[in-house]
Each structure stands twice: as structure tokens, then as C-alpha cells.
């Protein structure tokens, strides 16, 4: 059974930053893209970053664009969100999947190309 298990979430002040962390269990996802997005309180949920499975082809929406990082270290089978200058509007749940489009040359980006989510983290940015 496939699980992706996010960490790193928590409360931060204005500015801050933190290291989100999804971490596989019954999958290799060395050869799959793999996509964070959040949900905010009566938000629809957003693709903010996303990494094809060689790490060479990443996404990020317009509002994390020179703040958010994503990266993947598949020996660990792990990817990584880094959130630098978070602002309050970053607070949300933060969740992780696994895409369905193979071994892609691109970063999906919508919500119907990923079938495995993990069970989210918090996020709180406090102004």
C-alpha cells in the first residue's frame, strides 16, 4: 500500500521559514513526479510546487515564485518543499502526491494527474 507521509509543518512568524518533507512507504517514487499543494480554510486546494521524477522540470505558482523551492533526493525517497519569506497567506494544509504521468518531462500541475496523497500538514504563518 502506497503512503506519503508529509512532515515539517508548524507555526511560524511572518518572514520565516520551514522545510516541508514527504517521504514514501510501499512505492519507489524515484520514477514519478510528485506535486505539494495547500488548502487553505474555505480555499480550493492549489498546486504549489511540483518536480518531475529526475528533479530536471519543476512548477511553482506565481505566488511562491522566488520563495518556495522544491527538490527531491530519490535515494531517500524523499521530496522537500523549502518555504523561505513565508507570509500569512501561505497558512494552510500542505499535502504531498504522487502523479500519474510516469517518468515525465514535465511538472504536472493539475489535481487530476496525481493519485496518492498523503494526509497533510499544517501550515501557520502568524502576521
Known amino acids: 500500500q502506497v503512503q506519503l507521509v508529509e512532515s515539517g509543518g508548524g507555526l511560524v512568524q511572518a518572514g520565516g521559514s520551514l522545510r516541508l518533507s514527504c517521504a514514501a512507504s510501499g512505492r519507489n517514487l ?35 515564485k522566488g520563495r518556495f523551492t522544491i527538490s527531491r533526493d530519490n535515494a531517500k525517497n524523499t521530496v522537500y518543499l523549502q518555504m523561505n519569506s513565508l507570509k500569512p497567506e501561505d497558512t494552510a494544509v500542505y499535502y504531498c502526491a504522487e502523479a500519474n504521468v510516469g517518468s515525465s518531462s514535465w511538472a504536472p500541475a493539475r489535481i487530476e494527474e496525481y493519485d496518492y496523497w498523503g494526509q497533510g500538514t499544517q501550515v501557520t504563518v502568524s502576521s
Open 30 to 64: 524515484s520514477s514519478s513526479a510528485v506535486g505539494w499543494f495547500r488548502q487553505g480554510t474555505e480555499k480550493e486546494r492549489e498546486c504549489v510546487a511540483a518536480i518531475n521524477w529526475s528533479g530536471g522540470f519543476t512548477y511553482y505558482t506565481d505566488s511562491v
